[in-house]
């Protein structure tokens, strides 16, 4: 059974830089699934970050508008998420994902970390 | 960006009742369409990829079908750990986006 764990910082400062890992356990990030990650802000609904794949492709949403950067580490299993130049807007629960092989969607879910961005 | 619109964006339903819930494409997604449960405080579940095919695990009371642009998840013999928030979610083209949910109450 795969595992997902965020981990991070809960409180991050205007302009400043959302930086958040997710351990894989159970599994091998070196495996043909892509990787995700998606927030969801208080009360609202769910938002696509961006994908990335063990060998260092990604895929990101638009309208991060070049904020955002993902990367991954084998030798630890993990992946990353970095969001710079942030504001109030991003804070959110942040969730980190396995999409599935062959279908571009998630199967398993971290149980998601949340991050205020305030001074 | 193609656009999902979930409708009803809520609904009352009793334990035993049968629900249906509504998700359309703002263009064609063939059949590149999942559904998730949420409840509060919770990460997402997965339920539904393809439409149709019931992830490991899921009980046969959800289903799925549709293609194209309009798709239905129905969730047969309600039961108090069925009340939650359900959200479709594209993923035929690029950014993959969400539909705004629908929260299924008591």
């Known amino acids: 059974q795969v595992q997902l764990q965020e981990s991070g910082p809960g409180l991050v400062k205007p302009s400043g830089t959302l930086s958040l890992t997710c351990a894989v356990s159970?599994?091998?990030?070196?495996?043909?699934?892509?990787w995700s990650w998606v927030r969801q802000p208080p009360g609202k609904g769910l938002e696509w970050i961006g994908k990335?794949?063990?060998?260092?492709?990604?895929n990101y949403n638009p309208s991060f508008k070049n904020r955002v950067t993902m990367s991954v580490d084998k030798s630890k299993n993990e992946f990353s998420l970095m969001l710079n130049s942030v504001t109030a807007a991003d804070s959110a629960v942040y969730y980190c994902?396995?999409?599935?092989?062959?279908?571009?969607?998630?199967?398993?879910w971290g149980q998601g970390t949340l991050v205020t961005v305030s001074s | 960006d193609i656009q999902m619109t979930q409708s009803p964006s809520s609904l009352s339903a009793s334990v035993g009742d049968r629900v249906t819930i509504t998700c359309r494409a703002s263009q064609d997604i063939n059949n590149y369409l999942a559904w998730f449960q949420q409840k509060p405080g919770k990460a997402p579940k997965s339920l539904i990829y393809a439409a149709f095919f019931l992830q490991s695990g899921v009980p046969p009371k959800f289903s799925g079908s549709g293609s194209g642009t309009d798709f239905t998840l129905t969730i047969s013999g309600l039961q108090p750990e069925d009340f939650a928030t359900y959200y479709c979610q594209q993923y035929k083209s690029y950014p993959l986006t969400f539909g705004g949910g629908t929260k299924v109450e008591i």
């Open positions: 994902a396995r999409a599935m092989t062959g279908d571009d969607t998630p199967d398993y």
């Open positions: 159970g599994g091998s990030i070196s495996s043909s699934n892509w």
């Open positions: 990335i794949y063990h060998g260092g492709s990604t």
